[in-house]
């Protein structure tokens, strides 16, 4: 079973700031990771699939990176809608599974 | 636009049965892949259940196998899941979510439901 591992589990940053948030796979999950948007009693959203893959309609400051064991999630000027909780999830192995999340929240 | 309705959930005894629907629109529903996905309250998410395009393959997560079962009704665009012998830690918001490939199972989810509450408790 493949865990993944996010950190920093809280990231506090002002609007206009850069956040770059990580996701470790316990092994190789090959470029088979996506990254979720959910904000409070919302459903989440998917940002980015297959590690770079921006979703239809997501804005051209979230990008991710990364393979193997380590990925990236980077926003490059924080909006006032960006402030939420990101997750990481890999389709590779049996079972597909999430991070436990990285809340990023208004400093 | 797609949309997408998850119903019947609530609050059940432990053992009980419960069935969830979910109701599609905007898109073809019959050409994709669509999965339940869990959120226990204050917690993270876990995958659930898929089931192909056509209803002929279904795949579980270990903790599920044997009690749910996932179906679909392709002429009324409708999921389901059904979930017998109810434990506590199936406590959860249940979203139902389209897969983003056409006629394959990426388990990648490109939309999703408001999601319904199912809460076990005696």
């Known amino acids: 079973e493949i865990v993944l591992t996010q950190s920093p589990a809280t990231l506090s940053l002002s609007p206009g700031e850069r956040a770059t948030l990580s996701c470790r796979a316990s092994?190789?999950?090959?470029?088979?990771l996506a990254w979720y948007q959910q904000k409070p009693g919302q459903a989440p959203r998917l940002l980015i699939y297959d590690a770079s893959n921006r979703a239809t309609g997501i804005p051209a400051r979230f990008s991710g990176s990364g393979s193997g064991t380590d990925f990236t999630l980077t926003i490059s000027s924080l909006e006032p809608e960006d402030f939420a909780v990101y997750y990481c999830q890999q389709r590779s192995n049996w079972p597909r599974s999430f991070g436990p999340g990285t809340k990023v929240d208004i400093k | 636009q797609v949309r997408l309705v998850e119903s019947g959930g609530g609050v059940v005894q432990p053992g009980r049965s419960l069935r969830l629907s979910c109701a599609a629109s905007?898109?073809?529903?019959?050409?994709?892949?669509i999965h339940w996905v869990r959120q226990a309250p204050g917690k993270g998410l876990e995958w659930v259940a898929v089931i192909s395009y056509d209803g002929s393959n279904k795949y579980y997560a270990d903790s599920v196998k044997g009690r749910f079962t996932i179906s679909r009704d392709n002429s009324k665009n409708t999921l389901f899941l059904q979930l017998n012998s109810l434990r506590a830690d199936d406590t959860a918001v249940y979203y139902c979510a389209r897969d983003v490939d056409v006629a394959s199972a990426r388990y990648y989810f490109d939309y999703w439901g408001q999601g319904t509450l199912v809460t076990v408790s005696s």
């Open positions: 092994q190789s999950v090959s470029t088979y």
């Open positions: 905007g898109f073809t529903f019959s050409s994709y892949a």
